[in-house]
Structure formats: structure tokens, C-alpha cells
């Protein structure tokens, strides 16, 4: 597969659709500068300390042992992500509650005494490890991957290409890898449904510029697998978009380490012109942009008349209709 550079922008030749959709939402194609934020990537099976450091073998082994304890190791939602955040306060400034959904719950004294950690870690924490990548450039997403105003929908769950049983269920998938999980190709999606694709894929390219060139490093939901655990029904897995380079979008996966966890997005025509990137065997294809809380509200650079929020929450209702999806959501 081939690429090509034009304006600033990294296409993957296979059709100009993507590049009439340009045109077509009057985005201008952006400087072509290279950007790379100066951000730390997280292991979201690695315990940090608040220095960012790793903590040691033995302290690892003790902190673990009490979240296991009190069933705070290996769970995701937003309760679990709120005793995360009660962790990255220092033990001196705890209090013996957490508030959650109004509701107080009391913290066991261990937990209270455990040290700052920058997130809970785990299988299910590719969420706060994202998070804790992208908040030092002053980023903090929205949230709710579900909500309709909180982020960009860039691909479905039905607009991905699968075998399955006279039951409905995938029976061609294999965990780690992208066997039997790719997007349909164009002339199977059809037309309009390309053109959607295209449309909130532009859409979400313009905000990832606008927020790289701010600084700011950007949360975004992926598909591999057909796990789905988010509430947009698609998205099963987050990394932190942290460059761009020749046009293309570099992002840092946490559930990697270090040494191999840098990737790039790229556009593919060839299937109706969705983000795709490859690294260690997988295949990711973007599935949302988390708008982040420091711009959501403001002027977007597609329509200055409108905010991003309302910017996205338009293209979702759009991209959403007829769908399965969108009409679960309520969109």
C-alpha cells in the first residue's frame, strides 16, 4: 500500500474521496509541520508513582495485593476510575470518603495509606493510562464515549467486516490480532455511508490539528477486536495521540512498553476512508476522538460560528442515523 503527501496531509492512494470531503467541509489541510508533544507513555500494567517513576518490585507486589483485596484490581467503569483518581492524591490529603454519583462510600484505612499512584493499572486500564499520558499537556477528555457531543464517531461496530453464526455471534476473531475485524471495503459500505465516514474522519483530523498545534495530546478510542466494552458499542481499546508527522498522526499505545509502543494513523480510501494503523500485529481503526475539556467549548476551526461540542455532536446525529448504534445511543 502506497502513500502519498499532499498539502501537509498523508492519504492512501486507492481514490479521492477523502480528499473531495476535504473540500467538500471547506478544512483546510494543515501546515505539514511535524509535531511531537513531549509526553511520557504510560504502561497500563506498570504501577507509577507521582514522580512518574515506576514503583520498586516489593512496593508493586504490596499495592496490588490490597486493590486485589478489596476488589479494586482488574475492574474499569466509572467507579473504578474514581477510586484511580482519589489514588493520585498523596496519602496526606485523603480523606476517609470517596464521593461517586453523589453517593459516599468509605475507603478501607490500607487504601487510604497506599502511595500516590498516577492510575490504577491493569488488562482494563487503557483508559486511565491514556488519560494520565495526555493531562500533563493540559488535556483532560470530556468523556463518555457513548455521549454525543463528547467526541468525534469516526466508524461503528456494523461498519466492520466479520464472520458470525446463524446466532449473530463473531466466530472469525482472534484476540490480539485484527483476523476477521477490518472495515468493509467502499463498494460494501456504499456511497453514503463512505461519504459519513469520510465526513466525521475530516472532522476529527481538523480537531486533532487544532489541539497538537494548542499543545494539548488527544484521547481516541480504537477498534480490533469485536469486544465493544464502551458504551459507543465499537470502541474496545484507548491510546493517546501525541504528533503529527509528515500529516500522518502519531499516537502512543499503552498496552505496549515503551520500546514499542509508538504507531501512526493513515487514511485508507480503499475502505471508506477510515484511520488505520498497524503495530506489534495489530490493526487498530479509529473509532472516536474524545474532545478535550479545555476546547471543547470553544470556536472550531471547521465553523467558527459553532463550538466543537456542537460541531460533533451535528456530525454524530448524522453519522449515527440508520445505524444500529445510533439508535441505541439515542442519537
Not at 467507579?79 to 492524591?89: G, I, N, P, T, V
Not at 494539548?216 to 469485536?226: I, Q
Not at 487498530?284 to 467549548?297: D, E, H, I, K, W
Request: hydrophobic share 35%; net charge negative.
Amino acid at each position: 500500500m502506497k502513500t502519498s503527501v499532499a498539502d501537509g496531509w498523508a492519504w492512501v492512494t486507492g481514490g479521492d474521496a477523502s480528499e473531495a470531503l476535504l473540500t467538500e467541509r471547506g478544512r483546510k489541510a494543515g501546515p505539514g509541520e511535524d509535531i511531537e508533544l513531549d509526553v511520557q507513555h504510560y504502561d497500563q500494567n506498570e504501577f507509577y508513582g507521582s514522580d512518574g517513576e515506576p514503583l520498586d518490585a516489593e512496593t508493586a507486589k504490596d499495592v496490588k495485593a490490597k486493590l486485589v483485596k478489596h476488589g479494586l484490581w482488574g475492574e474499569y467503569g466509572a467507579f473504578f476510575d474514581a477510586y484511580s483518581a482519589y489514588l493520585e492524591k498523596e496519602p496526606s490529603s485523603r480523606s476517609a470518603t470517596l464521593t461517586h454519583n453523589n453517593k459516599s462510600y468509605d475507603v478501607p484505612q490500607d487504601i487510604q495509606e497506599l502511595p500516590a499512584l498516577k492510575f490504577i493499572p491493569g488488562g482494563a486500564s487503557c483508559l486511565r493510562a491514556s488519560k494520565a499520558m495526555a493531562k500533563p499537556t493540559g488535556a483532560t477528555p470530556v468523556g463518555g464515549s457513548g455521549v454525543v457531543d463528547s467526541h468525534f464517531q469516526t466508524v461503528f461496530d456494523s461498519d466492520q467486516e466479520v464472520e458470525r453464526n446463524a446466532e449473530g455471534e463473531v466466530v472469525k476473531y482472534n484476540h490480539g490480532t485484527h483476523e476477521g475485524r477490518v472495515t468493509k471495503e467502499s463498494d460494501e459500505l456504499g456511497d453514503g455511508r463512505v461519504k459519513q465516514i469520510g465526513a466525521n474522519v475530516q472532522l476529527s483530523a481538523a480537531y486533532l490539528d487544532a489541539e497538537l498545534e494548542a499543545g494539548r495530546a488527544v484521547v481516541v478510542g480504537v477498534t480490533y477486536t469485536a469486544r465493544n466494552g464502551n458504551s459507543d458499542k465499537t470502541t474496545d481499546h484507548w491510546i493517546t495521540v501525541t504528533g503529527r508527522k509528515s500529516g500522518a498522526y502519531v499516537f502512543l499505545d499503552p498496552a505496549f512498553e515503551s520500546g514499542e509502543a509508538k504507531g501512526t494513523f493513515t487514511i485508507d480510501d480503499a475502505q471508506g476512508g477510515v484511520m488505520e494503523a498497524h503495530i506489534n500485529g495489530r490493526v487498530y481503526t479509529l473509532a472516536q476522538v474524545q474532545l478535550n475539556t479545555a476546547s471543547a467549548g470553544n470556536p472550531s476551526s471547521v465553523d467558527g460560528e459553532k463550538s466543537w461540542k456542537q460541531v460533533a455532536k451535528d456530525a454524530n446525529q448524522q453519522f449515527g442515523e440508520d445505524t444500529p448504534e445510533g439508535k441505541a445511543l439515542g442519537w
